[in-house]
């Protein structure tokens, strides 16, 4: 059971982040924590929160690249009717990366700068309890779906999650290398429309070379940057088919390949299955 508790909530938050701040610096992130708000007493469930705030942070920290900034600041509304955190960062707009977000039990409203990203959770202060959102509990159950579906779907599905259990292996034995991998997957997601954002592109905004990012990529996945660049987009442009209405072609525009046709083709290269065919069974299985 999760237990509530009535209690000042300014030095519980204070002492959280200021837990980060060891991991921040390992990541040569300049996390700081800013509030005028001395005290505020009321009632909140402090495991929930610390949880949600915590992963929230740290993905961040683990996205953003060196000599970045996070600010976590309490503040109250203007009508002093509730209690805001917001979380904001330098240096990269994260609001693509539903990564950031699709861990955490409350929820937060992220919203791009124009050099970063703001997150934001809103505390009422005069109601009994703050619970977190009932609709965070998602029905993943994919009994009712076509067999051929499945097995699409399934197919596409193991390749992709290779990379996740690299980055979920490293961050246990390798932790900066983790964080390289993050900052990588979402430099490529936030310039995910931009057919321009290549090889060079990428090690301009990592700072490096172009040797020093081919050895170290190669390293860890054992892939190029520019193979590996189009493998994200090929994930996302999968994401879309799935989960959307679009159109085969926008997608290609959605995810940055210059044509309908060469899109059709390294998709079908890499999976075996036209864009098309994936898409209509697809729709059959979510209107069937």
Sequence with gaps: MIYSSEADLVPFLKGLVKSLFPYAKANEVDLKYVSDIKKQVLMYQPFLLSQSLIQLVCNIINLLPPKSKIEV?????IDNQSLHIEIENSNLN???VNEVTSRTIYSFEGCPLLNGTQYNMVIPLHHNIFNPD?????NKNTDNLPQFYK???KRLRSHFTQTEKLIASLEQNRPKEAAFMQRINALIRVNMENENFDTDALCKAMSLSRTQLFRRLKSLIQQAPANYIKIIRLQRAKE???TTDLTVGEVVFRTGFQTLSH???IFQKQYGILPSVFRRSNNSATNG
Excluded at 73 to 77: A, H, P, T, V, W
Excluded at 134 to 138: K, M, N
């Design 73 to 77: 600041r309490i503040l109250y509304s």
């Design 94 to 96: 994260l609001i693509r």
């Design 134 to 138: 009932p609709e965070l509990q998602i």
């Design 151 to 153: 097995e699409v779907q």
């Design 240 to 242: 879309l088919l799935e």
């Design 263 to 265: 899109f059709t083709n």
